[in-house]
C-alpha cells in the first residue's frame, strides 16, 4: 500500500521568508503528486501537480514544488511568504492500481505565517 | 466551468438520525469520490463511483452508503448518527476513468449533537 508522509505538522515563518513543507511518498511504481491547500472550512484547492515531465513544477500563489523520483519526495517551496498563505496543506499522490488511480494524502501540514 | 458543488455546507443534525449529502460533478467528469475530514483522522477514504459503479471503498462502517445518479451526481448517505460523525464530508470528482487528479468541493459541514 501506498504512503504519503509530511514530516512536519506545523511550520511557524515569518512573513517573506522563504519556506519548504517537506512531503516522501512510498512507490515502486508511476505516481502522480499533488500539493493541495485548505483553508479554514473550506474544501481542498489545487496548487500544483506532477503528472509528467519537468521535475519542477510551479502552481498558483507563487509555490513551486520539485519531484524527486530517487528520493521519492515532493517537497513544496515559495521564496517569500505572505500573511495570506497561512492555511493547511496537503501532498497527495495518485498510484496505478488495477485499472484506475487510487489517491492518497498526507496529514496536513499547518503554515502558520506570521507578521 | 462551474466547480464540484456540495449542498448543502452545513448541517446540523442529532444521535441515531440519518443524513444525505450530495454533491454535484464538474460538467463531464464520471468520477466521484467522497471522503471524511476530522482534526484526529486527517482525509479519510469513503468510496468512489465511476458510472453509477461503486469501483472503490474504504473502511469505514455500513452504516455509510452512497450512490451516483446517470447524470454523475453522487449522494451519500450516513444512518444511525454518532457524535463521531462530525465532520467535514468532501467530494471530488476526475475528469478521467483513472482518477489520476481530483478536483475538491467546498465540503459538507456535519454536526451530530
Known amino acids: 500500500a501506498q504512503s504519503v508522509t509530511q514530516l512536519d505538522s506545523q511550520v511557524p515563518v515569518f512573513e517573506e521568508a522563504p519556506v519548504e513543507l517537506r512531503c516522501n511518498y512510498s512507490?515502486?511504481?508511476?505516481?502522480?503528486l499533488f500539493w493541495y491547500v485548505q483553508y479554514p472550512n473550506q474544501g481542498l484547492q489545487l496548487l500544483l501537480k506532477y503528472l509528467s515531465g519537468s521535475t519542477l513544477v510551479k502552481g498558483i500563489n507563487g509555490f513551486e514544488a520539485e519531484f524527486n523520483k530517487s528520493q521519492t519526495s515532493f517537497h513544496l517551496r515559495k521564496p517569500s511568504v505572505h500573511i495570506s498563505d497561512t492555511a493547511e496543506y496537503f501532498c497527495a499522490v495518485s498510484a496505478s492500481s488495477y485499472n484506475f488511480n487510487k489517491f492518497y494524502f498526507g496529514s496536513g501540514t499547518k503554515l502558520n505565517v506570521k507578521p | 466551468k462551474a466547480g464540484v458543488t456540495q449542498t448543502p455546507r452545513y448541517l446540523i443534525k442529532t444521535r441515531g438520525q440519518q443524513v444525505t449529502l450530495s454533491c454535484s460533478p464538474i460538467s463531464g467528469h464520471r468520477s466521484v469520490s467522497w471522503y471524511q475530514q476530522t482534526p484526529g483522522q486527517g482525509l479519510q477514504f469513503l468510496f468512489e463511483?465511476?458510472?453509477?459503479?461503486?469501483?472503490n471503498k474504504g473502511n469505514f462502517p455500513g452504516r455509510f452508503s452512497g450512490r451516483q445518479f446517470s447524470n454523475s451526481r453522487s449522494e451519500m448517505n450516513v444512518s444511525t448518527l454518532e457524535l463521531g460523525d462530525s465532520a467535514l464530508y468532501l467530494c471530488a470528482s476526475s475528469p478521467r476513468d483513472r482518477v489520476d487528479e481530483q478536483f475538491f468541493g467546498p465540503g459538507t459541514r456535519l454536526t451530530v449533537l
Open positions: 463511483y465511476f458510472s453509477e459503479t461503486q469501483r
Open positions: 512507490s515502486s511504481v508511476s505516481v502522480y
